[in-house]
């Protein structure tokens, strides 16, 4: 069975950073490129960040261009999230996502997600 | 990176048919197949509906149909089931590896 496991939330100070893992099992992870997803409090789904499987093609959303960074590691099965200079809307659930293939942005399997609360 | 426009609610009686419909642009859903469609239930993690516009996936039922026409996409729910009461987004490949969501449609079976 496919699963995805995501840590590194929690509590965090606004301009301060945070890294975000996600542990993946139940299918080669170097096969397909992998998203993140974050979704506010109360609020709907927002793309943040893909790349694919070798990581030559990334992406970011403009609302985190810059200050984010994605990466994976496929000997260990992981994909990374590291998020800088993080503000009070970047508070989100955030998923770890597998597209179903090289980006076609069909998100087959999800995380749980990792709660990351920015706050003074 | 605008986010794709859905309607925020949409309601239908059991056995119905109800349509979302998803617009977004000529940069992103009306230039490529990629368009897909996730359910959610409150608390859980989205489920994937629909992928490449129309194709289902394993497992998903048939009720299920998904279309597209020029910058606008569709989700179709046929037959109507209670259980089908939940935030469905619409998501979308904008070009140079990004993405798009809509804000999300909540479906209430009346």
């Known amino acids: 069975e496919m699963e995805l496991v995501e840590s590194g939330g929690g509590l965090v100070q606004p301009g301060r950073s945070l890294r975000l893992s996600c542990e993946a099992s139940?299918?080669?992870?170097?096969?397909?490129?992998m998203h993140w997803v974050r979704q506010g409090p109360g609020k709907g789904l927002e793309w943040v960040s893909g790349?694919?499987?070798?990581?030559?093609?990334?992406g970011y959303a403009d609302s985190v261009k810059g200050r984010f960074t994605i990466s994976r590691d496929n000997a260990k099965n992981s994909l990374y999230l590291h998020l800088s200079s993080l503000r009070v809307d970047d508070t989100a659930f955030y998923y770890c996502?597998?597209?179903?293939?090289?980006?076609?942005?069909?998100?087959?399997?999800w995380g749980r997600g990792t709660l990351v609360t920015v706050s003074s | 990176q605008s986010a794709l426009t859905q309607p925020a609610s949409v309601s239908g009686s059991p056995g119905q048919s109800i349509t979302i419909a998803c617009t977004g642009t000529?940069?992103?859903?009306?230039?490529?197949?990629?368009v897909s469609w996730y359910q959610q239930h409150p608390g859980k993690a989205p489920k994937l509906m629909i992928y490449?516009?129309?194709r289902r996936p394993s497992g998903i039922s048939n009720r299920f149909s998904g279309s597209k026409s020029g910058n606008t996409a569709s989700l179709t729910i046929s037959g109507l089931q209670t259980e089908d009461e939940a935030d469905y987004y619409c998501?979308?490949?904008?070009?140079?590896?990004?993405?798009?969501f809509g804000g999300g449609t909540k479906v209430t079976v009346l």
């Open positions: 996502a597998k597209d179903m293939g090289a980006s076609g942005f069909g998100f087959d399997t």
């Open positions: 139940g299918f080669k992870f170097n096969d397909y490129a």
């Open positions: 790349l694919n499987w070798n990581s030559a093609s990334v």
């Open positions: 000529s940069s992103d859903v009306g230039s490529y197949k990629f």
């Open positions: 490449e516009v129309s």
């Open positions: 998501c979308a490949y904008a070009g140079k590896s990004t993405g798009v």
